[in-house]
């Protein structure tokens, strides 16, 4: 079974502060992505990465940025938090060699707050 | 307008009953569709995958596309409680060069013993 863990399940950070999401997936997986997760919007996807230090932009990438050193590794990258980036954030990944419409492979989520 | 409009419910019905969910899209290039069932607390997974028009089953799901209308739906037949969860649907284009999938904003179903 795919496995995509992310490092936190709470987080609780202060206006202003440079927070870290940490995603891992075992599967070796090309594609990695970072959505969030709003009642009444759904999920809206922020950055993707088909291979190592590949990056693209997603529907809603401002006010982040991510890293992708190693393929099982994506981190997502708050600046400077502010209180609309309270948030459940998604972790997910997908073979690469399929498709345009592989399956995507979630993690449990990161459910931040920024007071 | 959204890409994907999903009630998003919530939708409460007996243990036993037939449940069904539904999702239109507006962009015709979408060739791949899924739903993925997200209970509180946890990670989307996905529970059913399809291409093109048609219908699949798999046990007491069936997800069915209907192209020409735009129109996606799943049926859970014989509900349980332990379907009680908020279920996304999702499709893709045929290559849109980013492999991502863009979600409906998901229905909440309760199941009632």
Redesign the interface.
Known sequence: DVKVTQSSRYLVKRTGEKVFLECVQDMDHENMFWYRQDPGLGLRLIYFSYDVKMKEKGDIPEGYSVSREKKERFSLILESASTNQTSMYLCASSFGGGPAGSPLHFGNGTRLTVT | QKE?E?D?GPLSVPEGAIVSLNCTYSNSAF??F?W?RQYS??????LM?T?SSGNKEDGRFTAQVDKSSKYISLFIRDSQPSDSATY?C????????????T????TRLQVQP
Not at chain 2, 41 to 46: A, F
Not at chain 2, 103 to 106: K, N, R
């Open positions: 994907v999903q998003p060739q791949y899924m993925y607390r946890k990670g989307p997974e996905l995958y291409y996304l999702a499709t893709s284009h045929i290559d849109t060069g980013r492999r991502a999938l979600f409906g904003s998901g």
